[in-house]
C-alpha cells in the first residue's frame, strides 16, 4: 500500500505518561545512540528494544515519501501511537536535516579542492 508503512511485528503500546516522556526524548535527540535507549528504557520501565521501532519506522517512512499527505500521516501516527501533529514536525525536522546534510556533502568536494590549491 502506497504511504503507508508496513511493520514486521506490532509496536508496543506506551502509555500516555511513557509517550509524553518518549515524544520528549526523540524530540531532543531523534537518532538516539544505544546507551540513549538504555536510560530512555529505565526511565519508562521498558526493554530497549521496544524503542527501536520508533526512529525506523519514522525514517522509513520518510525515505519512502519525504511529503506524506496529511492520511498518511494520521495512519503513520496512529501506528506509532503518537500525535499527528508530531508526526509532521518530524517530517519536517526529517527534510531540514536531510538538506543540511546533502548540502554539506555537496560543499566537501568544493572545500578538498581549495585545501589541495592551498598545498600548491
Known sequence: MA??????SK???FTEDQ?????KAFNQKPYPG?????KLALEINTGAG???FLPVTLITALT???YPRIDSREQLAKEIGAPESRVQVWFQSGRS??????KRELDEPSKQKQDEERHF
Open 34 to 38: 544505544y546507551a540513549t535507549k538504555q
Open 64 to 66: 519512502n515519501n519525504p
Open 11 to 13: 509496536p508496543p503500546k
Open 3 to 8: 504511504g503507508q508503512t508496513q511493520f514486521q
Open 19 to 23: 509517550m509524553k516522556i518518549l515524544i
Open 50 to 52: 521496544q524503542l527501536n
Open 97 to 102: 536535516q536531510f538538506h543540511v546534510q546533502r
